[in-house]
């Protein structure tokens, strides 16, 4: 957990009981630690409309992927990429893995390894921003 993450979601939680927010209990899984939700569901807030049955049985189905390459925008700037990778696992958002993709798969199974593209957002007058794409290795739908 970051510095100072435990004072920032105490003032989270104490902003969401000011305004009424139903998720009350989005502060204390974060601070807990949320899982991808991939394999076992996490709980529904109630924030949002829940997605219809028949839909998520079909992209559950679909098989995961391993990208091999990036978005365009990380391969054109593959340097800023690995800069702001450096500096997102120096705050403890990410963690390099070492080891070969066989050895992840060899060691959670299959289905449960995938590998999504990464972007790199450049706009005016702001800073560079690394975007983690799990939509294309169809990670994402699997959520629930």
């Known amino acids: 957990m970051s510095t100072g ?9 104490g902003f969401q009981e000011l305004t009424g927010d139903v998720d009350t209990e989005l502060p204390q899984l974060l601070h807990q630690g949320v899982r991808a939700g991939t394999h076992s569901s996490i ?3 109630g924030a949002f409309a829940p997605e219809a049955r ?3 049985l ?7 992927l391993l990208c091999d390459e990036n978005w365009q925008s990380a391969e ?5 990429v690995i800069k702001l990778l450096e500096a997102d696992r120096a705050e403890g958002f ?3 893995w070492e080891e070969d993709m ?3 798969i060899d060691r959670w199974g299959h289905d449960r390894v995938a590998q999504g593209k990464l972007a ?3 706009e005016e007058g702001r800073d560079p921003r690394l975007i983690g794409d799990q939509t294309a290795c169809r990670a994402n739908p699997r959520a629930r």
């Open 43 to 45: 709980k529904a807030s």
């Open 94 to 96: 990410c963690v390099l």
């Open 102 to 104: 066989q050895t992840a």
């Open 76 to 80: 054109e700037h593959a340097e800023l």
């Open 120 to 122: 790199v957002v450049l």
């Open 58 to 64: 079909e992209l559950v189905s679909e098989e995961v």
């Open 5 to 13: 993450q435990p004072f920032l979601l105490g003032i989270l939680q």
């Open 54 to 56: 028949e839909r998520r």
